[in-house]
């Protein structure tokens, strides 16, 4: 269901994409502006947006703001209007202190004069919006469907077995009427309630029945069993509801952001570490996913914001700060070592190899089970590879000084590690 | 299971082959399958779970113990983690800082290939998904159009003065270690000795055209 709902995930993007993308081509058609966006994408975007302070002031309106004989000396050499003391240019200074603006001689008058016309024009508001909706309106109705359909298929059996029950009984009791008022004599409520036992007894000898209830019992017990032989400590598939939506089919996966940026830890710790909120930042202060919410702050990023006291309006970070608690999904016991600089560092294991398909997964899970059946079966069939790799240096003396048949103390085998001793 | 059904057979009912074989296939299909059901919110079943579960706290787990209720407790001030050193009180994140840190700072590494191999992995892993895999402002996520693109490192102007390509050590460790504009700091990330090796490589990518 996973691989299904992510291929028509997937197809869904790239035909969205597209659709913008054929779009945004028609509707840029002034050559100048044309030109301008590109420049203004080289150029300006480090620093500056169309609607939204950045590192400098939205750009939305400058051009009515200011002369374009003023922008384009300010453009290609801010310090030196600051330097002779140009009053607006000095009170700009002192507003975006200690930011400066960089020059760029390298800008003809035209290149400037074609940014500003960009500028002008400001971004078309996307008409995509729509298919963009309806793209994600599928994603997530192919996301919930195996469940509602499951749920609503056990209520409609449920409903329907009501039905039958409570129906059978009206049927019962308007032909008992209609017996009474044609003059017959119903059967006694005793005579009934033998009845009832008497089937009961009479099922107990059906054999069909009991083999179907035997049948039920086998089920019932091989399964308890296999489960409870199989399942008991073992985690696979286990992906618990984490309280902000990360999604690293996003993050890794479409953004290409190595895996090591957050979890820093992975390559010279034990833990591979759970990225603090500071890392978050180090992106989101700038992205806000604004396209995808109407215009509004996500309210996933809205929780790193609130965790962090962080105003977005005035980029000011608060004191009232608390930490998101993410919920752990792979869990050694207490009583195994594991270290990912081990793996990640000195082995070369890729993260996926573990971690299975983390790239794709837009809510994660527990891939891999995490037994130590799982653990050995690698660790018999890896080869280590010891070229070039200092972490195996003196394994490869010691058993070169063993071949040539010298003397091999244990301080050649480790024997002085502080270690051996102290712990 | 089959040896169950053969008593039956004998005992309970007389059945012919074709029964046998359909209630045995019947009867495995429904164990694979209501077997395969699991509520993928839970870790489902343990057994002596007080062997799994460490007596000792975790960093990132709840501590009653501690005013903030984290175990994850922020180091006294001026507390310093091995390999790191207080750059933060030496060279500040301000102009004058950046200027003290270009005039004084020198790499303690030499460019020797192993040096570059290392710088080189540690770009590619921590920068180029904004700077591009050559240093010119054109990673992954700037191409995707999510994150506006920096400078190049071997064309234009540093918003500080001066070129990119003539930007010095200390210039360029100072930006890794505070960042600048949209760039967030990376010293919890990086070790200064981390951030040394990023240096070299980013002065081999200023010599590009």
């Excluded at chain 1, 039905?163 to 017996?179: A, F, G, H, Q």
């Excluded at chain 1, 999604?247 to 992975?266: E, F, P, R, V, W």
């Excluded at chain 2, 787990?61 to 390999?83: I, L, Y």
């Excluded at chain 2, 770009?123 to 990673?139: A, I």
């Amino acid at each position: 269901m996973r691989n299904i709902s992510l291929f028509f995930r997937s197809v869904v993007k790239s035909l969205t994409l597209l659709f913008f993308l054929a779009i945004t081509a028609n509707s840029v058609s002034a050559q100048s502006a044309a030109e301008g966006v590109t420049l203004f994408k080289q150029k300006c975007t480090a620093c500056h947006a169309l609607n939204a302070k950045v590192v400098g002031p939205a750009l939305k309106g400058v051009t009515d703001r200011r002369s374009e004989e003023w922008l384009i000396k300010w453009i290609r050499n801010s310090q030196a209007m600051i330097a002779s003391g140009d009053p607006e240019a000095v009170k700009i200074f002192n507003e975006y202190k200690p930011a400066v603006m960089t020059p760029f001689p390298e800008l003809t008058e035209e290149n400037v004069k074609s940014i500003l016309a960009y500028i002008k024009e400001g971004d078309k508001p996307a008409p995509a919006a729509p298919g963009d909706v309806a793209a994600q309106g599928a994603g997530a109705s192919s996301n919930g469907i195996s469940d509602f359909a499951l749920w609503g298929l056990v209520a409609v059996i449920v409903i329907a077995f009501l039905i039958i029950v409570v129906l059978n009984r009206v049927v019962k009791t308007l032909e008992r009427m209609m017996l009474k008022k044609q003059g017959v004599l119903v059967e006694e409520v005793e005579l009934v309630e033998k009845d009832r036992l008497a089937g009961l007894k009479k099922l107990a000898k059906n054999k069909k029945f009991i083999f179907f209830v035997i049948i039920l019992v086998v089920i019932f017990m091989s399964t308890a069993s296999w489960m409870g032989m199989w399942n008991t400590g073992v985690h696979t598939g286990y992906q618990p509801v984490q309280p902000i939506k990360f999604s690293h089919q996003l993050h890794a996966g479409i953004n290409k952001i190595d895996c090591q940026y957050c979890h820093t830890g992975a390559y010279k710790s034990k833990n591979a570490s759970i990225p603090s909120l500071n890392v978050c930042m180090n992106c989101h202060n700038y992205v806000t996913a604004a396209e995808k919410n109407g215009g509004q702050l996500s309210p996933e990023i809205a929780k790193i914001y609130r965790a962090l006291d962080y105003n977005p309006d005035t980029k000011q970070y608060g004191n009232n700060q608390k930490p998101i608690e993410w919920v752990r999904i792979h869990n050694l016991p207490d009583f195994a070592y594991f270290n990912h600089s081990q793996h990640v560092n000195v082995a070369g294991v890729k993260c996926q190899k573990c971690h299975g398909p983390i790239q794709t997964m837009e809510e994660v899970y527990q891939a891999s089970p995490l037994t130590m059946k799982w653990c050995i079966n690698c660790h018999k069939e890896t080869e280590v590879n010891h070229k070039g790799n200092a972490y195996y240096n003196k394994l490869i003396a010691a058993h070169d000084q063993l071949k040539k048949g010298e003397k091999v103390t244990p301080a050649v085998l480790g024997g002085l590690e502080c270690g051996k001793c102290h712990y | 299971m089959l040896l169950k059904l053969s008593t039956m057979k004998e005992n309970i009912l007389v059945m012919n082959k074709l029964r046998i074989v359909g209630a045995t296939f019947f009867v495995t299909a429904a164990i694979a399958v209501i077997s395969s059901c699991s509520d993928k919110r839970s870790t489902g079943l343990e057994y002596a779970p007080n062997m799994y579960k460490a007596l000792a706290f975790n960093p990132d787990q709840p501590n009653k113990n501690f005013r903030n209720g984290q175990t994850a407790q922020v180091p006294p001030p001026h507390t310093m983690p091995v390999g790191f050193d207080e750059v933060e009180e030496a060279y500040p994140n301000t102009p004058e800082g950046y200027q003290a840190a270009s005039a004084n700072l020198v790499n303690p590494f030499p460019a020797t290939t192993a040096n570059l191999e290392d710088g080189k992995i540690l770009y590619l892993r921590m920068c180029s998904h904004c700077h591009g895999l050559t240093g010119q402002g054109d990673g992954s996520i700037v191409q995707l159009g999510k994150f506006p693109g920096p400078p190049s490192y071997s064309k234009g102007n540093s918003s500080r003065g001066g070129t990119m390509k003539d930007l010095t050590d200390g210039k360029i460790f100072h930006t890794i270690t505070y960042g600048v504009n949209l760039m967030g700091p990376h010293r919890y990330q990086l070790t200064p000795d981390e951030r040394w090796k990023i240096v070299l490589y980013v002065h081999e990518l200023q010599k590009l055209q």
